[in-house]
């Protein structure tokens, strides 16, 4: 196989994988937006699933990595969504607020307002919470209650759209803690955010998506499945 048709394959085992748990957990596929993590994919890769119409929304965690590449003009010739997802920095803040569509990983309220003054007019910065489901003192996020907090502060900003929480599992986690933990982000944030509103979910990466789309996600974040050399051993 070359790597054009790895990639390929890559993409259709994740979206076979998607099916068959939207179709174990009784959901639609419709509800389930990929978001292709392309922060360690090479340029040519990205390319090829963009030129092949196979990735739309595309996750980044570095600003200044991401700006090189997404205003390129040949990555800017493509209709896509890009996504936030690492930790941001206040000092990077106003750039991102122009060059993403959505930051998935905000977790406080200075930063929120400093992105919510940077918002070009006209234009909407969908932002979701980051939830912290472990002790560890690197992780970034807010524990669940203080995150849902947040939230809540963030409906008056102008210029920012907050519309969900992600999510980042402990590695490791048995399945079993994982569901359970998977269940209390999905119930707060049903409780949160309408079904009649527009609203996301990001939970699970690589490993752990399935389980994340079984107990609710609609925005499951997918780097090394899509881009590994080989799936075999993954
Ligand atoms: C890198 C990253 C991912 C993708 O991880 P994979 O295990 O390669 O799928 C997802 N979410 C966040 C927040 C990341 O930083």
């Avoid at 003009?73 to 493509?78: D, G, T, W």
């Avoid at 990001?202 to 590994?228: C, H």
């Amino acid at each position: 196989m070359n790597r054009e048709e790895t990639l390929v394959k890559n993409v259709q085992t994740v979206q076979a994988a998607l099916s068959a748990a939207c179709h174990k957990s009784g959901r639609n596929p419709q509800e389930i937006t990929l978001l292709a993590v392309t922060k360690y994919a090479q340029d040519q890769d990205v390319l090829t699933l963009l030129q092949k119409g196979l990735i739309k929304h595309v996750g980044e965690s570095r600003v200044q990595q991401a700006q090189a590449r997404w205003t390129s003009p040949v990555f800017a010739s493509f209709h896509t969504v890009k996504h936030f997802i690492g930790h941001l920095q206040k000092n990077k803040a106003a750039k991102a607020a122009q060059l993403f569509d959505f930051i998935d990983s905000l977790d406080d309220l200075q930063t929120a307002q400093t992105l919510a003054k940077a918002v070009p007019a006209g234009k909407t910065l969908r932002v979701l919470v980051q939830v912290k489901l472990t002790d560890k003192q690197t992780q970034s996020g807010l524990p669940l209650e203080e995150a849902r907090r947040l939230a809540a502060q963030l409906k008056n900003l102008p210029g920012l759209k907050v519309c969900g929480y992600m999510a980042i599992a402990p590695q490791g986690a048995p399945q079993e803690q994982l569901r359970q933990l998977f269940r209390t982000v999905k119930q707060a944030f049903d409780a949160d955010f309408s079904p009649t509103e527009e609203r996301y979910l990001s939970l699970g990466m690589s490993e752990d998506f399935e389980t994340a789309v079984e107990e609710g996600s609609s925005l499951p974040r997918i780097g090394s499945k899509l881009f590994a050399e080989n799936l075999e051993g993954l």
